[in-house]
Each structure stands twice: as C-alpha cells, then as structure tokens.
C-alpha cells in the first residue's frame, strides 16, 4: 500500500458527459502528479500540482482539467468524454516539487466510456 | 525532445536466470531515469533511479541499472529471477516523466 488512495476505482459513463476523480495523496506529501495509462498512448504524464499550484504539463488535453485543494487532495475533471478517454488514470504524490524525488502512485481509477 | 525506448515489449526467462531489461533513452543533458514495476490491477512502484554519481545504481528487490551515457542506455539487470518477479516494466525519463511502452516479464517454473 503506497499511502495514495484514488476514488472511484471503477466508472463506466456515456460520451459525451463529464466525470471527477479524485486523488488522496500520502500524508506529508505536496506534489501530486495525475497519468493516463491506455493502450493506445501507453503511459502518459498528464499534469503535476505543488502545494496547490499548477507546476508542470504534460499531454493533457484542453478537456481535462485539474486541481489541488488547501487540504492537498486533488481532483481531475474529464469533460466531453470520447471513447478514446478510457483507460487507467494514475495519481502520484512526491514529497516535494521536483521529478526526481520518489512518486508513489495510487490503485489508479479505470475508466470506462460507452 | 525527450524519448524513452524499450525495445522488448515481452520477455520470458526461467525461474533462477538472470535477467536483463532494455532501455534508451534520448535527451539533450544528463537526465534522470527511473524504472518502475507494475504488478498486474496495481499501480506502479519505483524499482531505483539515476541522476548522478555512481552510474551503476541498486534498488529494491534485488535489481540494478547501469547507466551508460555513451549508449544512451539504462538497463536494468537482476542476477536471479523469482517468480513473484513477472510484471511489466518501465523505464522513464525526467524530468519531463516521459515512459517507455513497458517491457512484460513471464517468469517460467
């Protein structure tokens, strides 16, 4: 158990609508990091956030936005959702800002768009 | 740009063999390299990384990776396999965490 916790662990929604996930990083941790992992595209770095700001982006679509709560949780929305949006949505949280500190990743949350 | 390239997309070894993960990888300084384990319905889990110093660096579980800066290359390596050892694989690259697609490991009895 890496501390990180991800809810829902499972959605299944229609094209078209909009859906939240949620991310609980390790207690002390800062940095939360957000990927997509499909088969498609493989393993993708989608965005980072440090103690609440925006601090790196990735492959993140125009569609998908992210944020960091005062209480350091974080939350992805995904809108207009295609049916190219399914797949597996990790979080990872660091102690601090920079890449090359430990991430620890979450169960991950698959979703799933009909 | 940054890339990462794992050339084996699946690998099977016997239970005791040694055991040899490729990776290159392709960046304009000196990166930083991670290799990551993901057990199957799991998230992923730092096996060791690279940024500077000894270029042969030790991790969890047993493994090892050499970084090689003349072949753009950081394997990862591990003397004797178990069979709680199959899983897939990933080398990435810093600081812009770009991933290789994953190298699948079968461990045969």
């Known amino acids: 158990d890496s501390g990180v916790t991800q809810t829902p662990k499972h959605l299944i929604t229609a094209t078209g609508q909009r859906v939240t996930l949620r991310c609980s990083p390790r207690s002390g941790d800062l940095s939360v990091y957000w990927y997509q992992q499909s088969l498609d595209q493989g393993l993708q770095f989608l965005i980072q956030?440090?103690?609440?700001?925006?601090?790196a982006k990735g492959n993140i679509l125009e569609r998908f936005s992210a944020q960091q709560f005062p209480d350091l949780h974080s939350e992805l929305n995904l809108s207009s959702l295609e049916l190219g949006d399914s797949a597996l949505y990790f979080c990872?949280?660091?102690?601090?800002?920079?890449?090359?500190?430990?991430?620890?990743f979450g169960p991950g949350t698959r979703l799933t768009v009909l | 740009a940054q890339s990462v390239t794992q050339p084996d997309i699946h690998i099977t070894v016997s239970e005791g063999a040694s055991l040899e993960l490729r990776c290159n990888y392709s960046?304009?300084?000196?990166?930083?390299l991670f290799w990551y384990v993901q057990s199957p319905g799991q998230g992923l889990q730092l096996l060791l990384k690279y940024f500077s110093g000894d270029t042969l660096v030790q991790g969890i579980k047993g493994f090892e990776a050499e970084f090689k800066r003349s072949q753009s290359s950081f394997n990862l390596r591990k003397p004797s396999v178990h069979w709680s050892d199959a899983a897939e694989y990933f080398c990435a690259v810093g600081p812009d965490m770009r991933f290789g697609a994953g190298t699948r490991l079968t461990v045969k009895p």
């Open positions: 990872a949280s660091s102690v601090a800002s920079g890449t090359y500190n430990e991430q620890f």
């Open positions: 960046y304009g300084a000196t990166p930083y």
């Open positions: 956030y440090y103690n609440g700001e925006e601090r």
